[in-house]
């Protein structure tokens, strides 16, 4: 039996039935906000539902929900789908291998010159990305690196490697040392306590910093633009890009693919909403 | 994105005492293997930071004092031409345009993302039934590709079906279409807008967990004094989350302006560069107009314009950590 039933009827009650009335208030007006927040994210669902073809009205709601858009957009756009899923996916592991010793290094030895690394790392996110973009198109095309996947996944790993340097350095920092140290009486060299011990005890900062890392090159537009030439390798940012580029007369395909392009965004904050909250707070992982 | 990393907190750096049971001997050689080992899980961050930041930053300066044309990759050939391309851009009647679009992008969107993100950290800051949920949904926009949030905007600012348009029109405050996004005189506006829209969860975030930092008894004390509401927030919550506030403005307008994303999918700059900014005009004139020299120069310019704010922003962050 709950408390409040036992509760004495009176003013006790009479106070907590008034502030709870207003909590629920509360919930009525930040639903109010995030229904308008979330609106677009609701039209481009309801537009990719819509038959092709009709340019003229989309209903409000999509009461006979019509699938060829989807058809459409999985026809034209999937192969850039998987393009987008493996450059993705690649720039993790790349990300991942370089940020997570790198964050060791810095949070834990005593290295000459890991001041001047961290800055850099911090100055290096303010360079804006058209800046990297016209160095390296001149770069990649010495190299023969334009129109490829690996091209892709190194330069969209720029999205990711200094955010989860710090990310990860900033879980590191507090961890307790004392593990390490005991590990590292114990005869463990430096790789074995670095996998067994250390990489282990930060899982946390390192799904966070993976799952960033994916959605940064997932949403990567600016490389798909400049370093891709023709449609042999395209993310599928960039096939969305091409879409509402010219006159656009079918909007569901547009929006299913649009659609199709979110659900990594959906996923992870549907199923990994505390790394994704842990990643946005920045250094504040617990 | 929000790392608010420090550089001025000393690090817990350990000393691994690792060497106690060697011999004193061999102690020297061993420190040093100890140092080259250490600094190997260093070298291959420092390299990619070397080849993806260092390399196009040093590599636009000198393209920026080169003819460098799509002639350049055929011949290898790129003729010194001094300062010409800074003269060029910087002279040209569409670089003030740009440099105005920019400014004015970058202060629209960072006041209403702010400003909304504030009011709604202070909302949040409410306890009631969902909050945690409701508010971590709020954060869908920011996750979203841009060029996703680019996509659907175009199509519910669009002037003859948008959404917007059909909304305004049924509560008959516009008679015709209001081309949002095909008129000189409102694109810009509209692409701030949607802006906003995408920023409003970033400040709300970063702006949460700064007042979640605030003790309470600071308000019950303020309350005895007489301190609710607006003066609560102007006389305890204001001052104590400046410098989280530094922070959040100073990396927003770093972010601002480099956008690209949005103003692309949007307008692609357009209409007559009514909302052409420095990042785009830095890319069409590479990857429109081939001119990758000019393009070098202009966004060595931006670069420039960043790093004042870089400045400012290791400032507001060193005093974020001190206070």
Not at chain 2, 274 to 298: D, P, V
């Amino acid at each position: 039996m709950s408390l409040s039933t036992l509760r004495v009827p009176g003013r006790t009650a009479g106070a907590s039935v008034a502030p709870e009335r207003r909590r629920w208030w509360s919930t009525v007006l930040a639903l109010l906000f995030l229904a308008i927040m979330l609106f677009p994210v609701y039209w481009m669902i309801n537009a990719s539902l819509q038959p092709n073809g009709t340019t003229l009205q989309t209903s409000w709601l999509p009461l006979s929900p019509d699938f060829s858009g989807y058809a459409t957009a999985v026809s034209q756009q999937g192969r850039n789908l998987v393009t987008s899923l493996l450059v993705s996916l690649g720039s993790v592991v790349v990300c991942m291998a370089i940020a997570a010793p790198a964050a060791y290094a810095l949070a834990y030895f005593k290295v000459r010159g890991a001041g001047v690394v961290l800055f850099a790392i911090l100055i290096s996110q303010m360079i804006p990305g058209i800046v990297v973009a016209n160095a390296l198109y001149t770069a990649y095309n010495d190299l023969g690196l334009l129109n490829s996947i690996p091209g892709l996944i190194l330069a969209d790993s720029s999205h990711g490697i200094p955010f989860a340097i710090l990310i990860i350095r900033a879980f590191m920092n507090g961890m307790p040392s004392s593990v390490i140290e005991a590990a590292r009486v114990d005869g463990a060299g430096h790789l074995r306590t670095f996998f067994s011990i250390v990489l282990p005890l930060s899982r946390n900062s390192l799904i966070t910093a993976a799952l960033f890392t994916f959605l940064f090159s997932w949403s990567d537009f600016l490389f798909a633009l400049t370093l891709t030439t023709t449609d042999q390798v395209r993310p599928v940012t960039l096939g969305i890009f091409q879409y509402i580029g010219a006159y656009v007369n079918d909007w569901s395909s547009v929006m299913a693919t649009a659609v199709l392009a979110s659900i990594p965004a959906i996923i992870l904050l549907v199923l990994a909403q505390k790394y994704i909250a842990a990643g946005t707070t920045g250094g504040a992982v617990k | 994105m929000s790392v608010t990393a420090d550089l001025s907190r000393p690090d817990h750096r350990h000393v691994v005492p690792g060497a106690r049971r060697r011999a004193p001997g061999n102690r020297g050689g061993y420190r040093q293997r100890e140092r080259i080992f250490q600094w190997l899980f260093l070298v291959p961050a420092v390299l990619y930071m070397a080849l993806f930041f260092g390399y196009p930053v040093a590599k636009n300066i000198v393209m920026s004092f080169q003819d460098y044309t799509t002639a350049t990759f055929f011949t290898g050939e790129a003729p010194w031409v001094g300062l010409q391309n800074y003269v060029s851009v910087l002279t040209s009647s569409l670089f003030s345009r740009s440099l105005v679009n920019t400014a004015l992008f970058t202060i629209g969107s960072i006041a209403g993302q702010f400003v909304i993100g504030l009011a709604l950290a202070v909302f949040f800051r409410r306890r009631f039934p969902l909050n945690g949920i409701l508010r971590s949904l709020m954060l869908l926009p920011w996750l979203l590709p841009l060029i996703v949030s680019s996509a659907v905007w175009r199509w519910i600012l669009d002037k003859d079906s948008g959404a917007l348009n059909r909304f305004l029109g049924d509560l008959h405050l516009v008679s015709t279409g209001v081309p949002w996004l095909t008129s000189t005189s409102l694109a810009l506006i509209a692409v701030v807008g949607v802006n906003i829209w995408i920023g409003i969860p970033f400040n709300l975030t970063i702006l949460y967990g700064g007042l979640q930092e605030i003790p309470d008894e600071l308000y019950e004390a303020g309350s005895l004094d007489g301190a609710t509401h607006w003066k609560a927030f102007r006389h305890i919550t204001w001052p104590m989350l400046r410098p989280v506030v530094n922070v959040v403005l100073v990396l927003g307008v770093v972010y601002t302006l480099k956008v690209l994303d949005i103003i692309l999918g949007l307008t692609n700059g357009g209409p007559a560069n009514a909302t052409q900014t420095i990042a785009t005009q830095s890319y069409s004139l590479s990857f429109h107009e081939f001119k990758f020299g000019e393009g070098a120069a202009l966004g060595n310019v931006l670069v420039l314009i960043s790093l004042v704010f870089a400045v400012f922003y290791l400032r507001a962050s060193r005093r974020a950590v001190d206070e």
